[in-house]
């Protein structure tokens, strides 16, 4: 129901206010929410769960219309935001034992049956090793479990195109 009204408002919406809706959004939200995890004040399933759903929003949806614009001024909004942010967000740290917490969550996120908090998981799982990549790239290299998850997250984003048989996609060569 919620994607339903979601995608009606954004059709119904007028892009440039819409994107600077979302570039307040992305600006002012983005580092408390990510502090808020760091620190530990948002935590357990739920709470994981609600950044996802933030990170679905800000992430794959900016990205999306950030790159698929043909607004050059709500594409350079966009930028100007992502570099604003970024810039504060980096600034953060999480640490190896928080991100041992956090990555078992996303994991099993990223199985959840609704695709946005999938999205949201996936993309969650990426921030640490930006602002705290030394204290957290081990954990993500040494997890059999991230990997797996990626991969079947990749599978179910594919539609069963990952499925074929080499001969297939050298036949498409």
């Given at each position: 129901?919620?994607?339903?009204?979601?995608?009606?408002?954004?059709?119904?919406?007028?892009?440039?206010?819409?994107?600077?809706?979302?570039?307040?959004?992305?600006?002012?939200?983005?580092?408390?929410?990510?502090?808020?995890?760091?620190?530990?004040?948002?935590?357990?399933?739920?709470?994981?769960?609600?950044?996802?759903?933030?990170?679905?929003?800000?992430?794959?949806?900016?990205?999306?219309?950030?790159?698929?614009?043909?607004?050059?001024?709500?594409?350079?909004?966009?930028?100007?935001?992502?570099t604003v942010t970024g810039k504060e967000v980096v600034k953060l740290d999480c640490t190896a034992a928080r991100f041992a917490e956090?990555?078992?969550?996303?994991?099993?996120?990223?199985?959840?049956?609704?695709?946005?908090?999938?999205?949201?998981?996936?993309?969650?799982?990426?921030?640490?090793?930006?602002?705290?990549?030394?204290?957290?790239?081990?954990?993500?290299?040494?997890?059999?479990?991230?990997?797996?998850?990626?991969?079947?997250?990749?599978?179910?984003?594919?539609?069963?195109?990952?499925?074929?048989?080499?001969?297939?996609?050298?036949?498409?060569?």
């Amino acid at each position: 129901m919620w994607m339903s009204l979601f995608a009606v408002g954004m059709r119904n919406c007028n892009g440039a206010a819409m994107v600077e809706q979302l570039c307040h959004l992305f600006t002012e939200c983005s580092p408390p929410m990510v502090a808020s995890v760091y620190s530990g004040k948002l935590k357990g399933r739920e709470g994981v769960m609600v950044w996802c759903c933030y990170m679905t929003v800000v992430f794959v949806l900016f990205g999306e219309i950030g790159q698929q614009s043909k607004n050059a001024s709500a594409r350079a909004s966009i930028c100007e935001a992502f570099t604003v942010t970024g810039k504060e967000v980096v600034k953060l740290d999480c640490t190896a034992a928080r991100f041992a917490e956090l990555l078992p969550l996303l994991i099993d996120l990223s199985a959840d049956e609704d695709i946005a908090v999938v999205a949201g998981a996936m993309s969650a799982v990426h921030l640490p090793l930006f602002t705290s990549n030394t204290a957290c790239a081990d954990l993500v290299m040494s997890s059999q479990e991230l990997h797996a998850a990626v991969l079947s997250v990749m599978r179910r984003a594919s539609g069963g195109q990952l499925r074929r048989p080499a001969s297939w996609w050298k036949e498409r060569d």
